[in-house]
């Protein structure tokens, strides 16, 4: 089974976290493109409408290599010049709405996706059916995908930046790369704790968070009830965005990551030094209800993952071969 990400096979479509309000002094646009990535998208923009990248807004970054339907925001006053730009470059601008303030990084309830994979046995139907009970029961491991690294090259200028060492460039590229860097860091212990049978957990010290509220509590004693929930999919353990405000685990989890710093060259005290705030992120994610239909060769996916978790993961996790797309020079 194989996944060749592209418009044809691949769409992803944010569920806003909150409805528009109409009225304030900026403007939000409910967009549809295929072809670019989010960032060449927004440098496009900002070129065009003369702007500063901080007054540019977005929920998150959508592959090049996709129909996406997105979110941006910005200032109100330009919105007729924006609607023009973002329609030369053969974006669709689905409608306009005003708001009281800019769209932030991670404001969204997920990302709704639809993915068409290709087939090579009719067993693949039974197999694939079966794996999406076991993850909407189970959840799969929360892992970056393999987009989010790109080439390698903003890994290790990333690191700089984590250390405080900045280098020229726009600050939102430099933001990016330390971003790139920490997902590394996190993936990492991910696959430790995956090698060491402590996938999903959780073990003691463990910085626990319930999946429905958010609510976060530190695992002093991993008892029945807690791993009764923990499989439930009630709460799960979270992992590290390394950064300077990262509130921390205990015990056992505490050693684990500080393990992973290690093997970077770093240790608790850079972290605590280091001007990205850092965050808890889920070790697991939940699937929701798994939508699956199969018509000859190909079987086609819909399901609802939270802010920040791939679909390339997901299928990956199913036993799919994901074969990424050729790139051209241009994001």
Known sequence: MRFRQSPRTFVVEEVPL???????DHVYLWTRRAGMSTPFLLKQLQRALR???????????????????????????????A???????????????????KLRTGKLRGNRFTVTVE?????????????????????????????????????????????????????????????????????????????????????????????????EFVALDVDEALAVRTAALETS??????GGKMPRPEGRAWELETEVLGRHGLGPAQVS???????????????????LQAEGTTARFGFLLPPGSYASVLL?????????PERASRD
Request: glycine share 12%; with cysteine; proline share 7%.
């Open 237 to 242: 353990p979270t992992g590290p965005i390394f």
């Open 18 to 24: 909150f409805e528009v309000s109409g009225r304030g």
């Open 273 to 291: 030094a280091a001007r990205a705030p850092g965050a808890r992120r889920f070790l697991r994610a939940p699937t929701g209800p798994i939508e």
């Open 51 to 81: 702007v500063g990248e901080e007054d540019l807004g977005c929920a998150g970054h959508k592959d090049r290599d996709a129909v996406a339907l997105q979110t941006f925001s910005l200032p109100g006053r330009l919105e007729r010049r």
């Open 83 to 101: 609607v023009q730009v973002l329609q030369d470059m053969g974006v669709e601008v689905l409608w306009t709405k005003r708001h009281a303030h």
């Open 316 to 324: 990956a996790h199913f036993g799919i071969e994901v074969i990424p």
């Open 119 to 215: 087939l090579d046995f009719p067993g693949d139907v039974e197999a694939l059916e079966a794996r999406c009970v076991l993850a909407e029961r189970e959840g799969f491991p929360n892992a970056f995908g393999p987009q989010r690294f790109a080439d390698g090259s903003a890994i290790e200028e990333g690191r700089r930046a984590f250390l405080g060492i900045r280098s020229r460039g726009p600050f939102r590229s430099s933001r990016f790369a330390v971003s790139v860097f920490q997902s590394v860091l996190f993936n990492d212990l991910l696959e430790r704790r995956q090698r060491l049978g402590l996938y999903p957990g959780p073990v003691q010290g463990d910085l626990m968070k319930k999946h429905e509220t958010g609510g």
